[in-house]
């Protein structure tokens, strides 16, 4: 049973909708990340939200927008996406500062731009 | 070149064998490094560390070799349970959120 559970587990949408993906950890974790995964690429950092604050950006399209409400929730706002936005959305938790590299990934959103 | 690279396969090996998984990275100031697993549909999970000395867990064997830039997974006795994409993760500070994954290395144990 996972500690970081993610809703929806499918989700398939229009370019022009607006939707929604939640992430919410049970570990008591500090750090909270998005990261994409497309098939034939390595795992893509999107955000890092670390004691509630975003540390890390790396440059994703504003059509992604984070939320972090506290600690053990996370969202990604999800506009006007592009085909090739479709991937894996894996959300990950950690406990910083402790140097372990050791993240707590949920099972991932599947998501579909059609 | 790449940050983090490895051979992506697939490794098919009979139940049984010793496969080794390799695996170099490009930034010489990387400070730890990692063995993730994924499961196919499944997210990925710590599998073990890798210490300079080379660590053991079970069949599980991990090798670092800082001058080369090289990272080893060795897998004795397989098992069809081994079936899984292994990802080499490399990080570059003393925060988790400076992971750089490998693509991953799929392995099939076949009866």
């Known amino acids: 049973e996972t500690g970081v559970t993610q809703t929806p587990r499918h989700l398939v949408m229009g370019m022009t909708n607006k939707k929604s993906l939640k992430c919410e950890q049970h570990?008591?974790?500090?750090?909270m990340y998005w990261y994409k995964q497309s098939a034939k690429k390595p795992l893509e950092l999107m955000f890092v939200?670390?004691?509630?604050?975003?540390?890390e950006n790396n440059s994703v399209p504003s059509r992604f927008s984070p939320e972090c409400p506290n600690s053990s929730h996370l969202f990604l706002h999800l506009h006007t996406l592009q085909p090739e936005d479709s991937a894996l959305y894996l959300c990950a938790s950690s406990q910083e500062w402790q140097g372990t590299g050791e993240l707590f990934f949920g099972e991932g959103s599947r998501l579909t731009v059609l | 070149r790449k940050e983090v690279e490895q051979d992506p396969g697939p490794f098919n090996v009979p139940e049984g064998a010793t496969v080794a998984f390799n695996c170099t990275y490009s930034?010489?100031?990387?400070?730890?490094f990692f063995w993730y697993r994924q499961d196919c549909r499944k997210e990925p999970k710590l599998l073990m560390s890798?210490?300079?000395s080379g660590n053991e867990d079970g069949r599980f064997t991990a090798q670092l070799n800082r001058a080369s830039q090289y990272i080893s997974l060795l897998i004795r006795d397989s098992k069809l349970s081994d079936s899984a994409t292994y990802l080499c993760?490399?990080?570059?500070?003393?925060?988790?959120?400076?992971?750089?994954f490998g693509k991953g290395t799929k392995l099939s144990v076949i009866p």
């Open positions: 570990l008591g974790h500090n750090a």
């Open positions: 930034n010489s100031a990387s400070q730890s």
């Open positions: 890798v210490y300079s």
């Open positions: 939200y670390s004691l509630e604050e975003r540390v």
């Open positions: 993760v490399v990080n570059s500070g003393a925060g988790s959120y400076q992971l750089t």
